[in-house]
């Protein structure tokens, strides 16, 4: 196992922090990082978005992937960056 430390503001690290699920490896954690990269290198990225569509499209069951409830209103996956 490795950690990734990242230069971000205090902001943004408690974001990311709140939307990480602690108790459980399955790859919701793997879409909140990339989120993160996506949030910087891409500001039109639609992921959100996408995995909403994917849900309801094909009745996805996102708590069993690790998602919590209301993860779609956690911080991380609302973030608009500003240049």
Same mark, same amino acid.
């Given at each position: 196992m490795f950690q990734i430390?990242? +230069?971000l503001s205090v902001n943004?690290?408690?974001s990311i @922090? @709140? +939307?990480l699920n602690k108790t459980e490896h399955k790859i919701y954690n793997t879409l909140v990082v990339m989120q993160h990269l996506l949030n910087i290198i891409d500001i039109g #990225? #639609?992921?959100t978005g996408d995995l909403?569509?994917?849900f309801s499209r094909y009745g996805?069951?996102?708590k069993r992937m690790?998602?919590?409830d209301e993860w779609h209103d956690l911080p991380?996956?609302?973030v608009e960056l500003k240049i």
């Open positions: 430390d990242l +230069a943004y690290r408690i @922090t @709140t +939307a #990225s #639609s992921l909403k569509l994917l996805v069951e996102n690790g998602f919590p991380i996956w609302k």
